[in-house]
């Protein structure tokens, strides 16, 4: 027998519905026993969803061949057998000095190392960048259609809606999940499909941990993005080509202005 690895894991998990974090601190312990196949390992585990710790568990779990047989569970406070050597295992464990020890590791361990995964990982946001763009224009009896983007945020539990005149759409919405961008943020795109109406306001509006208040993006005009890059560069030529018409004509009535005509 040989002792083959170990490693710790950090996972974190979000519940959307309850804008809540979960944090597991897992230590995986492998014993191997290489010469006939037999695969034996236990798992050390402390989880809490909440920084004060109130509802930390402390689990030990003994695994054969990737079944487990031996369990203890801070809350339970003792051992639990699910086979029948686990069963013989937790009668004699419970009886001496094993379990007292284990019921010291939630309070020596888990609650030593949790509070600096709360503040150095979940507790850490990034607000998120938001654009807010036209994809198409209404034309032809098609109704127009809006995209809101949510860039480069985290963690990733956020909500992104829209509001016109004060109101929340609930209908003619389509959105896409929050997507890992593999660098520890995420990204979210919702899209509106509208028939634009005078004097109509649609805004975006993100929730997000980072920001205390809704962040809300008002759309500005009708054209999309891209038509109004369009109008902005042709008239700032507009603009170029008469100041430039302006001097070259200023610079001919000054050179005209200097001449002496002479009559032949």
Known sequence: MNWSSVSQTLSVVGCRDKMLLSLQLLLLLTLTIRTDGYYFY?????????????????????????????????????????????????????????????????????KNNLPMLFSNILEKT???RIKLVAEQQASGGHPAMLMCSAYDFYPPVIDVYWLRNGE???????????????????????????TPTSGEKISCVVEHASSKEPIIIEWDGFLPESERNKIAIGASGLVLG????AAGFLYYKKKSSGRILVPS
Not at 46 to 65: G, K, M, P, Q, V
Not at 174 to 194: K, R
Not at 242 to 245: A, F, G, H, K, R
């Open 42 to 110: 236990t798992r050390y585990e402390c989880s809490s969803s909440s920084s004060d710790l109130t509802d930390a568990e402390y689990i030990e779990t003994y695994h054969f061949n990737k079944d487990p047989f031996l369990r203890f569970n801070s809350t339970v406070g003792e051992y639990v057998g699910y086979t029948e050597l686990g069963v013989k295992n937790a009668e004699r464990w419970n009886k001496g000095s094993d379990v007292q020890q284990a019921r010291g590791e939630l309070e020596r361990y888990c």
């Open 126 to 128: 990034v607000k998120p």
């Open 168 to 194: 929340k759409v609930t209908s003619d919405v389509t959105a896409t999940e929050e997507m890992a961008d593999g660098d520890w943020y995420y990204q979210i795109h919702s899209h509106l499909e509208y």
């Open 242 to 245: 008469i100041i430039l018409s």
